[in-house]
């Protein structure tokens, strides 16, 4: 339910903006600005290749513009656009171990990881 | 204009024959016999890691812990002048399991069946009608475990310890300390419950012999020339516990991309908090009987392996971390240190089932351990040294 194509209707411009610069990953919000480590995990695990490799071609190079940018603040004074950036490029931590490491192992390794899930927070 | 090459050589065998070189008895690793002598002998006569200090964070904090090879639940709490005390979770009026939360904060605790109240110091506050009882309130209070706080991790012992944390530690407390799990305010978890003997799991983090081969894509680039198989430096011993020093291998290739940023990044944050410079700093540290952490301060993480059968086990792996994420760069850095470090680990899980499959099915006798598997030697004969004792005691 988290593909972005599917529930693009009912998702409105507030909700995706990002801060400037980073516009060309707004397509990817609905996907991937996920709050909880666990589900960001589950997501590598739950996501297509395709899917994957769409993020991972934008994200990754934007990842050095967006930790400087955010760096500049507080973590606990983040807006909201700046907190979906942050939770874009935390998602983009476990999707590049996908990309990078584990390439056309990485349905296999889906089914390890599953057996090793991230305890969610309380 | 040319580097001399880097050159390896692993501790030889010689150096390590003192342990002994014979065959170790297969049984030991799926016998339920076996199994029951080390519930005895070496899990209600061991301090035991069970939690960290972060989790009590002021008076009133408790945690549950079930701890199935003894059959226990236990319930340790942080009283109100900040002691931490550790207690059966069983009411001691007719047995009943006191507190079903996981964690929380509460100043008493009151039991569900007939609403028996206990202070955060195990003492019975209140209990309804109770003038019909032949006993005194002093008698009814919570059953203590021994507990001890040391480098941050909470102990606890079955028994009567002969021995504090520190001096069952003896030379290695000291270094211990120093690592950073000892300051830390927060914990990452994931665990998992597999079809292996507590000491099967717990050997694989052991021996680097089986990097190679398991983890070709997360651990291949550490197996290169002139160490193809990630041997460490040394091995190192204190009593029934040990430690491997970790190779640092000049040659490996530099991390490029989102790794690069994740790995550098969390490098200049363990930097900026301090954390580097501890004795045990490129070691992964084995505590007797089923913890370890693996000290390099840009991803410590520790083990708990706990036997649940004979052949079944559950591991909870921790990621300690010191403070919050000064910035978004830590942040990620984090994540990136721990979803990579699950990758690894997670590739090990089926190898290990099917050499529990293998040893249960009794096909074979004896387990050989090479020159560099000696750390899991070292496991079994500390293991072994107290069920036989434990043995002759008990007039086996």
């Known amino acids: ?122 | 204009m040319n580097e001399p090459k880097p050159v390896f050589e692993p501790q030889s065998n010689e150096e390590l024959a003192w342990l002994g070189t014979d065959p170790i008895p297969a049984s030991a690793y799926h016998d339920p016999a076996y199994y029951e002598l080390e519930r005895e002998a070496v899990f209600k006569r061991s301090w035991l890691p069970i939690g960290h200090v972060c989790e009590l964070a002021e008076p009133g904090s408790f945690i549950r812990r079930d701890i199935e090879v003894v059959k226990a639940s236990l319930l340790i709490a942080r009283g109100k002048e900040g002691e931490v005390r550790a207690f059966h979770n069983v009411c001691p009026h007719r047995g009943t399991r006191l507190v079903p939360e996981v964690s929380g904060t509460q100043a008493t605790f009151s039991c569900r069946y007939h609403a028996w109240t206990f202070g955060l110091d195990g003492g019975l506050i209140s209990a309804p009608d109770f003038e019909r009882f032949y006993v005194k309130k002093e008698q009814c209070g919570l059953k203590p475990v021994a507990v001890e706080v040391f480098a941050g991790l909470i102990f606890i012992h079955f028994g009567s310890p002969e021995q504090s944390v520190r001096d069952w530690l003896g030379d290695l407390a000291e270094p211990f300390e120093q690592l950073p799990i000892a300051k830390a305010t927060q914990f990452v978890e994931y665990s998992y419950e597999i079809g292996a003997n507590w000491k099967l799991t717990f050997d694989n983090f052991q021996e680097n012999y089986h990097l190679r081969v398991v983890h070709p894509r997360t651990g291949g680039p550490g197996c290169a020339e002139p160490n193809p198989f990630a041997y460490p430096e040394r091995y190192n011993f204190w009593g029934p516990h040990r430690s491997q020093t970790i190779w640092n291998n000049p040659n490996l290739p530099a991390p490029q991309g989102v790794q690069a940023i994740g790995n550098g990044r969390i490098v200049d944050a363990a930097g900026r908090a301090g954390l580097f410079g501890a004795e045990l700093g490129m070691d992964f540290t084995c505590l007797f009987p089923n913890f370890t952490v693996f000290g390099p301060p840009a991803r410590q993480f520790t083990q708990t392996v706990w036997p649940l059968g004979p052949n079944r086990s559950r591991g909870i792996v921790r990621f300690y971390w010191v403070g919050e994420e000064e910035n978004a760069s830590e942040r990620f850095a984090r994540e990136y240190v721990m979803a990579s470090q699950r990758d690894i680990h997670c590739e090990d899980r089926d190898v290990i089932e099917a050499g529990q499959a293998g040893l249960a099915s009794g096909a074979i006798d004896h387990i050989n351990f090479q020159g560099q598997e000696v750390l899991c030697r070292h496991l079994f004969e500390a293991v072994d040294a107290m069920v036989a004792a434990w043995r002759s005691n008990n007039g086996g």
């Open chain 1, 1 to 122: 339910m988290h593909n972005w194509w599917r529930v693009g209707a009912t998702v409105t411009a507030d909700e995706t903006s990002l801060p400037d610069g980073f516009e060309a990953l707004e397509r990817f919000v609905a996907t991937w600005a996920i709050a909880d480590l666990a589900e960001r995990d589950a997501m590598r695990g739950s996501s297509t290749p395709d899917q994957r490799k769409a993020f991972y071609s934008v994200a990754s190079g934007l990842l050095e513009p967006a930790l400087d940018y955010l760096d500049g603040k507080p973590l606990t004074a983040l807006s909201d656009p700046e907190q979906r950036l942050m939770n874009l490029m935390l998602s983009l931590a476990h999707v590049a171990l996908a990309q990078e490491v584990q390439h056309e192992d990485e349905a296999h390794h889906a089914h390890f990881r599953s057996f090793l899930p991230f305890t969610p927070k309380a």
